[in-house]
């Protein structure tokens, strides 16, 4: 019984240290677990209002989320815009603007992406969905489906001069699909969009309507880097405006003229006014 004894005492002992053992390699792994666990706890109930914060702030409060609920997974908010920070001319959009963040795929690769769908009971035909793929010194991202509607008067809250021509009317646009990509300090695009405005009126002048209007995006087919250009047409009314221009690196450019028939001049004077420079007894330049 005495041989037992002594024989048994160094087995247990072993086994007590290869418990040990065990137990401070598996430590490391439980304490990664729990901390990225911990991790992907809080990232998904990142309230919705930081989210508000971080758009407010990236466009310098030219768009604006009000009364945010829910997370950034998940949620809604108030919708407007306004004229960058410090205007007080900001103008909301009835109605809730919803959305839905999930993760995804990017086509056709194996690369990682966030789904966003958005979709809006007053404005938006239907939901619009945009893919986003991050990556290291750059990422990319696709626009699908977007088709919104809403009163002109929205462009109030841009400030001057929208808010004193006052405008009123219907506003849309329409994107099939836009995408982007930036990476080692170049970014490339490609898409087409449209912006009509339809049958538009002014508190500044008795003609009503002034006129429909349209502007049509082009950033071409994203092979090579290039400048987004624009084109302004008149669709029909009395006051006449046209033009093209181009947003690249360094700016935006713009180049167009506005006019009328005799008859309207005086009562399309102030317009004429609020958006150019006379060029002659009825063109104005259109200031950029």
């Not at 290869?18 to 598996?26: A, E, S």
């Not at 990236?58 to 997370?71: F, I």
Request: charged fraction near 20%.
């Amino acid at each position: 019984m005495a041989l037992r004894s002594r024989s048994s005492a160094p087995a247990a002992s072993k086994t007590a240290r290869v418990r040990r053992t065990r137990g401070l390699r598996i430590w490391p792994y439980a304490a990664t677990g729990l901390v990225v666990g911990g991790l992907i706890t809080l990232v998904s109930q990142f309230p919705a209002a930081w989210a508000a914060q971080w758009i407010t702030s990236g466009t310098d409060g030219r768009v604006k989320l009000l009364d945010a609920r829910g997370t950034i997974w998940r949620g809604s908010a108030v919708l407007g815009v306004g004229g960058g920070a410090g205007s007080r001319d900001a103008r909301m959009l009835p109605g809730r603007l919803s959305w839905n963040l999930q993760t995804a795929r990017w086509p056709d690769s194996y690369r990682p992406a966030l789904r966003l769908a958005l979709d809006h009971a007053c404005c938006l035909q239907r939901p619009a969905e945009v893919l986003l793929s991050p990556a290291w010194g750059g990422g990319a991202f696709t626009l699908k489906d977007l088709d919104l509607h809403v009163p002109a008067s929205v462009l109030e809250g841009l400030g001057t001069p929208w808010n004193t021509m006052a405008l009123d009317g219907a506003l849309s646009l329409t994107v099939a699909q836009w995408g982007g990509s930036f990476s080692e300090g170049r970014f490339a695009q490609q898409g087409k969009a449209r912006l009509q405005l339809t049958s538009l009126t002014s508190r500044v002048t008795t003609v009503k309507p002034v006129g429909s209007y349209r502007v049509t995006f082009d950033a071409g087919d994203g092979e090579r880097p290039g400048p987004l250009r624009f084109t302004l047409e008149t669709l029909q009314g009395a006051l006449q405006l046209s033009g093209q221009g181009e947003l690249a690196g360094n700016g935006w450019r713009f180049n167009g003229e506005a006019g009328t028939e005799p008859r309207h001049r005086a009562a399309l004077a102030n317009v004429l006014n609020l958006i150019g420079t006379r060029n002659g007894p009825i063109i104005f330049r259109i200031r950029p």
